[in-house]
């Protein structure tokens, strides 16, 4: 539900207004209208859930519908608040190029600006992205100071000599077994290095052989999602990774700048959680990040506990979400053929 108007009108619309008030009479109503907002899992879909995901299973695509016997469904319905917050960081780092170009952008064409001061485009809401920027009026020219302004440096094959020792002569020993002549050293004993061609330095890879490096300022942009994800609390067994992908029937959604916290929300939990979810993602914020824009959710999630028989064998199965998906629940590991 999107936010209208003043806080107390975005729970009217689904808030149980008849309700007497007191804590304890507030919750009793809320558990009520929970069960009542989401459809309930009936035992045809049951059984069509939990066949379809036991076609799935390697060990048990031969249980025919009369293998399923569904003796009872319990249901329950939880409250997932998320809040996703997407930030923007800027940090500066100094590097260097080749200095390729004689016109540098340096301070005497003024002084940089902040770097919050510059200008970059954002990327689409909530997409993850990095970019580097040049830092205006911040270059400056060096010397090189891998090849020390040469342009070159010592071949690291030859150290500089420009010629190799061939293998032929490693040894006297060698030597007597081979008493013909060496075709790669026409017998000398020594051949060009091929790593240099023989000049015995080779160019700088730092400044591509240019002498000089423009060194400038480069700010870093990253832009990222962070998620803060409660779940009010139960006592199913299930994974919480089943539940986290489970999907959930929406209940309220806000978008904007920044979010406040849902501090009249009538579930205290979910109150708790969007307290606790913005100020987490607040203090998380370094001194050179801002958020740029927030998003936070109540969705009600249905789980099904069907307990039944299989091939004779008691067992329960949680069906979680409204996509319906479907977890084993009394067998621990994964399912094999003894277990099904
Ligand atoms: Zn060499
Ligand atoms: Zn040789
Ligand atoms: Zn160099």
């Not at 970059?120 to 040049?134: G, N």
């Not at 009026?137 to 040469?150: D, I, L, T």
């Not at 890879?205 to 139960?234: D, I, P, Y």
Request: proline share 6%; hydrophobic share 30%; net charge positive.
């Amino acid at each position: 539900m999107d936010r209208e108007g003043s806080q107390d009108q975005r729970w009217q619309a689904f808030s149980p207004m008849s309700e007497p008030s007191g804590r304890h009479q507030e919750l009793r109503g809320w558990s009520w209208f929970l069960e009542h907002r989401v459809p309930v899992v009936t035992e045809e879909v049951a059984q069509d859930a939990l066949l379809s995901f036991l076609s799935t299973r390697c060990c048990s695509s031969r249980v025919a519908a009369g293998g399923l016997v569904i003796r009872e469904l319990r249901s329950w319905t939880l409250c997932r608040y998320r809040l996703q917050t997407f930030s923007e960081s800027r940090t500066s780092e100094g590097t260097f190029q080749p200095l390729t170009r004689l016109s540098v952008d340096g301070p005497q064409r003024g002084a940089s600006p902040r770097l919050w001061d510059i200008t970059v485009p954002v990327p689409p809401m909530f997409q993850e992205d990095t970019r580097r920027v040049q830092v205006p009026h911040s270059s400056h020219v060096k010397e090189c100071h891998k090849c020390r302004g040469h342009g070159r440096v010592k071949c690291s094959s030859c150290h500089g000599a420009g010629m190799m020792s061939c293998p032929c002569h490693s040894g006297a020993k060698h030597r007597a077994q081979r008493p013909r002549r060496c075709p790669a050293c026409s017998g000398s004993g020594r051949h060009r290095c091929s790593t240099c061609s023989g000049r015995g330095s080779r160019q700088c890879a730092t400044c591509r052989g240019e002498k000089r490096l423009r060194h400038f300022t480069q700010m870093v942009v990253t832009w990222k999602n962070s998620l803060f994800e409660s779940l009010s609390q139960h006592a199913l067994d299930c994974p919480p990774e089943l539940l986290a992908r489970a999907r959930g029937h929406s209940l309220l959604q806000e978008e904007g700048t920044q979010v406040s916290p849902l501090e009249a929300f009538p579930l205290p939990e979910i109150s708790r959680a969007s307290e606790h979810g913005t100020a987490e993602h607040s203090a998380a914020l370094g001194p050179g990040a801002r958020i740029l824009r927030q998003r936070q959710t109540v969705e009600l999630v249905p789980v099904t506990e069907v307990h039944c028989w299989l091939r004779g064998r008691p067992r329960v199965f949680l069906i979680c979400g409204t996509d319906l998906r479907v977890h084993l629940a009394n067998v621990p590991g994964r399912c094999t053929c003894s277990v099904l």
